[in-house]
């Protein structure tokens, strides 16, 4: 377990990159929220205790959007520490159902995105960009 700064435990956070095609599913998340309000994030959300990362984001990803997934047992394509979580990000490109706004009291709008429209969005975190463009890259190559 990872400690923040001021000595509490820090926030486990499991997240899943949406690829189809050439589009990323983002979230918007509703301007009323505590943490990140009114900003573009991935689907995803805390890793009970107990729980595997895999098994928290399969039941996010039920909760939030509705769809299924297999639980991902590889490594996460990307992470981010910051002060007061760590957060795991996997490429998720198989799921059973289709994406819906299944958590309207997180988030205010769920879309799809290109590539070319990414930059004009407020996103959650600096580190989503260049991702977001490498996993599109990698998928045309």
Not at 3 to 18: C, D
Not at 24 to 43: A, E
Not at 48 to 62: F, I, Q, Y
Not at 110 to 137: C, M, N, P, Q, R
Request: glycine residues 8%; charged residues 25%.
């Amino acid at each position: 377990m990872s400690i923040s700064a001021e000595g509490s435990p820090k926030v486990r956070i499991v997240t899943a990159l949406l690829r189809d095609d050439n589009r990323v599913l983002l979230c918007h998340r509703s301007p009323q929220r505590r943490w990140y309000p009114d900003v573009w994030d991935m689907p995803g959300g805390h890793v009970d205790p107990g729980e595997l990362p895999g098994a928290a984001l399969a039941r996010e990803l039920r909760e939030e959007l509705g769809i299924d997934i297999a639980a991902p047992l590889g490594p996460p394509v990307h992470e981010v520490h910051a002060d007061t979580f760590d957060m795991q990000i996997w490429l998720i490109e198989a799921w059973t159902g289709s994406p819906v706004n299944a958590a309207p009291d997180e988030h205010d709008a769920i879309a799809w995105f290109t590539e070319d429209a990414l930059g004009e969005l407020s996103l959650a975190h600096d580190s989503y960009l260049a991702l977001f463009s490498k996993v599109l890259g990698e998928h045309r190559a």
